[in-house]
């Protein structure tokens, strides 16, 4: 598994990624996500395809190193999508995904990162809690906002 950056060149793979159909109100699919990118630049965003071999399995954006005091911003470390294509769920990329997010964002001076999910019972929050994201007691535009502590040991 690898983190590839988005260019023209397998923008149109990337952008046909689709998790579950059942998934799709948890999760905004790649092409929307980079609109929202676009949108909201002091969000910082950072994203990358994820490769497994040469063909395309998901989609990981995040806010990074935000500076403090940016409205409506969560940070400085904040995981806003992670997308497995349905076909490869199940499989280890969502964590795989994650443990090299994990590596990233702590080489860069993290200590915590954030995200938030859409609150359904059958939604992505026991894979969060799972990997060892807690509640913050936060809720951003309707969803928990968990935190993962980068200074536990337990983590890659």
Same mark, same amino acid.
């Given at each position: ?42 969000? @910082? ?6 490769? *497994?071999? %040469?063909? !395309?399995?998901? $989609? ?5 190193? =935000? &500076? ?43 200590? @915590? ?6 609150? *359904?019972? %059958?939604? !992505?929050?026991? $894979? ?5 994201? =807690? &509640? ?21």
């Amino acid at each position: 598994m690898q983190l590839v950056e988005i260019t023209d060149a397998n923008r149109e793979a990337v952008c046909a990624l689709r998790v579950h159909p059942g998934q799709e109100r948890f999760v905004t699919g790649v092409a929307r996500s980079l609109e929202q990118a676009a949108a909201i630049p002091e969000a @910082e965003p950072w994203f990358r395809a994820v490769y *497994a071999g %040469d063909e !395309p399995v998901g $989609f990981v954006m995040l806010s990074w190193n =935000v &500076p403090p005091g940016r409205p409506g911003i969560l940070g400085p470390y904040y995981l806003w999508r992670l997308l497995v294509d349905g076909r490869f769920q199940g499989l280890g990329y969502g964590t795989a995904i994650l443990d090299a997010v994990v590596a990233l964002v702590r080489a860069d001076g993290a200590t @915590e990162l954030l995200t938030s999910h859409h609150p *359904a019972e %059958d939604g !992505p929050g026991p $894979f969060y809690r799972k990997y060892g994201f =807690v &509640p913050t007691g936060e809720v951003d535009d309707g969803e928990p906002v968990l935190r993962l502590d980068l200074t536990a040991p337990h983590l890659a």
